[in-house]
């Protein structure tokens, strides 16, 4: 009953077996395989429209290595408070980019407060030498918070950016829950609504360690292969890094894994949310639930084996998290311990 | 026929087998994986010392965060002039410690040359607040030259950086070649001999994707996980670095492995050094072999199918590199290719 | 009628004669001057504590490298959201530090509320890798909204410091206005409150270019001259920097000068104060006056010749700051120009 | 007997005039003054073509904020290895520049080898991942060993930048020293032969601490100001930067005292050249002069009060600088010193 997080699972069996198909023989490295040569092209294909696109194998790598390509050191990036790249990777934008600033914004469940992205832009720092230059919005797909913002919500968020002469990055690390819990084309998610750059994440979802970076704009890419080997994210052996991404987009392995995270997400949602005492707060549109607990209640879940990662001590909130391998059973299970322990 | 390089092979029976093994089910993450708890111990068993570990992805990342903890941004690091932190690397050392000048050596085959190194030491710099401040040496075990430092010249440096305050880093892609070539105690050419820091390489021995850095001081090593993340490079599924590194010391396999590789750089230059028209330039006591070639001839090898890099268009010197699965089949075809090219 | 900033006026005239008089003749450079010689002593005696001085030529310079011997690039420095560091000079923190993360709180009246700022401290992120590790407080004295920190309150912030193991920095731009406002010693505002580390500003309080870097924990400072080099800061004529801040601490010039320009705010405040329509919203401790207006009286004073900042458009609210050489005349003659636009 | 460096010499008078009669009233500060407002206008004049100017306080600032507009952090910039950005800016480049490398190369006489620079540029980096990407090339005029660039020779060096896509920054800090020694126009040796960016300096010259950075090219500088904010260099009282410079182009007052000092290089040179047991061993055409003495002499010489460097110990080299306000009885004195020491 692990439910801490997607990265706690192991990576699918396609996956391990495009590995160990890949695994034979000798080929270029440093990128020349023949494997990531395919990368551009299959995700041309996904997306319906040219890409430009670099295997990494951290979620972090892909973020900061897209920002530093957006916004220079001195340059400001908005992101949500609660988003990934303010507060779990250790400065790893600032590093990237130069010192480049994230001016955190507020936000109900994860999205960006609209108001207050507005406020900032209404700043007016453009052009003021004293003031970090607006640089770029960076959102996350699906949310923290377990949320998904909708095209239309991605689209009002790249408006405000063009108006303002900003770029748009999408955190996708869980790019493929949010694109099967809206059921829509990858393409309505981010180019046509206006994102330039997304973080296209396949670790949570399945993969070993792999994530891609999808430029929408190869002009924006052009300095990314010297800040990819800058930052010691090449592969020597970049066959393992392609191969596990093109396993991924292979007959749609992709979304069929974030398929069966979401329903097992909503299955929690359910069986929790009925449960008394226990309140489902945000939208499950993905992969993760989060829900509130009598303190006691969520200790007794974790004596009876159930694993979770309290979100909120001051709110009594806690997050499950599914990955693509948990079962039916495994999700019955958890509502189980709940509802013991919430007797 | 691929003698490019040793990063054009695939990975180890043994690795991909615990790969698969480690696969199985959920684990904690971000170093927290019972595999990653085991590396300490391992490492610090095979150089029967007290060691830090931390396992990253590829040699880079290990060697510019290795640099990172022993030299500051207004530091000065000196290594030859050859060597893969200075002309491979793009920058990567520069970046990882916020500007740390790399003062180039110059010296034969591979090795530093001491005169020089005590030349540079010489102009005493450090304490003047116009000069980069002398705060390491790095050297590369093998060298690109495919020679080896013997421990006593691993020591002959360490003793220069001791008197001056520097640390020693080795950048140890082929550790295991240079082990396997001199037939040594890994103590014996690391912290026996004065070495604080390791670069410990598996990538080009049989891994994946694993390197391991290994600090033999601890204290060195206080800043290492803020620094890892911040370069992105901390695996969420962590548990797929450190197997790796776990496989190529189960049983020795990495020595088994570098010493089959060793051997076969040893029949290669049995085998060309003996043809008219060929000369090996630099003792092969590792991997790889350095051969003058009439440019012709290189060409008519490779017309034959042989691989193997350009080293040096002015000289016609060629390198051929000897990966872990290369066999006596394989030199003995190259061999054969250069007898008919020659004549 | 200029009270747009401090820093629209020249320099004192002792401060010009001082420079004149230390014209004349060679003297050694970068620092190596008698004027620099003098600094730590003359600090030291003023702070009544043994201090290591560097005298730079900007506020922003004083205060980035000072937070960079504080806070490393994977570091967290709190600060009010609307300090000079944070909202203007334009990254330089992040840049001098390699990347360190202003993480900003609210307060009153440009105060630090201590309730965010324990929040932040209870977030419990030193030692873990994810997180930006929290490194130093810094805060501004007087703060960027005239008020001022009292002793008490400066050890309020600094026990939170010592009890999280972080350092605390003044930017005291106006360090001086605050002094003078205080009518304290300038020990207990810095060392005996717990500062470590403060940038005392001169150019605004009538020097030409010239503050001082003031460490009151001589070790902290290890690196600053490198840091100091690095950044550009070290002049070659080393000794027009260092006799202007002994001009200005020569016979108390420095208080005798923040002391008028503080009067001058208070005949600001007490004038406009009590004019009908016009609102002081913080309390004058230091030479700036806060002043909420209707948009069109101020719009009629620029008319009759009056500059000032426009602080907030949405509150109409305004930014009158005295330099040292107002008069009595030129408040006067503000007062009076704001009575005939309320009218 | 001070000819230790040209920065021991305090400002002249004209420039103190200018500074004190700038002193009064208020005037807008952060650049807007009326000083530097006009910058462009008479650099542009001086230069006979549009030139976009902005003025800091040290010679590191303007070369290292120059450079970080012509070369990205994954970038390389070829300089003499005897280079002040090489040598004595405690890696400002590299901090400045977010990191490039520093390719040194060997010369005669302070001047960079063209087969040594010839040899760089073919090896084809550009565009290579591993490699840092040929970015710019900087030389120094009048260079290190006190001689200069003609116009061909800076020509040469900018048709293999533009033949490789590189730019050209000249550090400036002696450029008036040169151009009075050349007798050419300033266009000549800068614009019309290929130059893109110049440091221009006016401190050594008789300055107390300003320097320009001019842009040839204006697109060149488009993120200038925001380099120069983050790296502490915006004056608030940018006033007194600005009228420095002015003051040194008022009626060719720079040229007048570089004259002056080249002058008495000439006469040093002429007088300990023909003394027995000295040589002048580059030559001498800007205000700086490389005598070899024994060893005994030049201690004897500064027994009798002689102040200068010692350029190399092992060589017995030492250094003279004559700064603008050094006399003919000044430099006379000298040559007796040395006539009696070499007796």
Redesign the interface.
């Known amino acids: 009953m692990?439910f801490?997080?997607d990265?706690?699972?192991?990576?699918a069996p396609e996956v391990?077996a495009a590995?160990?198909e890949?695994?034979?023989?000798?080929?270029?490295?440093?990128?020349a395989d023949p494997f990531s040569a395919e990368l551009d092209a299959a995700f041309s294909a996904l997306f319906d429209h040219e890409c430009k696109v670099f295997p990494?194998?951290?979620?972090?790598?892909a973020?900061?290595?897209s920002l530093a390509c957006v916004a220079?050191?001195?340059?400001a990036i908005y992101a949500h408070q609660d988003s990934h790249i303010v507060?779990?990777?250790?400065?790893?934008p600032?590093?990237?980019t130069?010192?480049?600033?994230?001016v955190?914004l507020p936000g109900e469940s994860g999205k960006i407060d609209l108001a207050a992205l507005d406020a900032q832009l209404a700043l007016g720092w453009t052009g003021s030498?004293?003031?970090?230059?607006p640089s770029a919005v960076s959102i996350t797909q699906a949310t923290e918070a377990g949320t998904v913002y909708s095209p239309d919500e991605v689209a009002d968020i790249a408006h405000r950016c063009k108006a303002h002469g900003l770029k748009l990055h999408m955190d996708g690390a869980r790019f493929a829950n949010a694109v099967a819990g809206l059921n829509c084309a990858p393409a309505d998610l981010t180019w046509r609504a206006g994102v330039d750059v997304l973080s296209f994440g396949a670790?949570?979802n399945g993969a070993?360690?792999a994530e891609a970076v999808v430029f929408f704009k190869p002009d924006l890419a052009e300095?990314f292969?010297?800040?990819?080997?800058?930052?010691?994210?090449?592969?020597?052996?970049s066959?393992?890094?392609s191969v596990q991404l093109l396993a991924m987009l292979e007959n749609g392995l992709w979304l069929r894994l974030a398929r069966e995270a979401n329903a097992r997400a909503r299955e929690l949602a359910e069986g929790l949310g009925k449960l008394p005492g226990a309140k489902v707060v945000w939208p499950v549109q993905a992969n993760e639930v989060f829900v509130q607990l009598p303190t006691a209640a969520a200790e007794a879940m974790r004596q009876r084996g159930a694993l979770f990662h309290t979100w909120s001590e001051a709110d009594s909130l806690y997050r499950f998290v599914c990955?693509f391998d948990k079962t039916s059973d495994d999700t019955a299970a958890l509502v189980q311990a709940a509802t013991a322990a919430l007797k």
Chains 1, 2, 3, 4 share one sequence.
């Open positions: 692990d801490r997080s990265n706690v699972a192991g990576a391990m590995l160990l890949a695994n034979k023989g000798d080929v270029s490295s440093y990128g990494v194998a951290t979620g972090t790598a973020n900061v290595l220079p050191g001195y340059g507060v779990d990777e250790c400065n790893a600032e590093f990237y130069g010192g480049a600033k994230l955190t030498q004293h003031s970090a230059q670790t949570k070993m360690a300095s292969l010297y800040r990819r080997k800058r930052g010691g994210h090449l592969f020597s052996k066959r393992y890094l990955a």
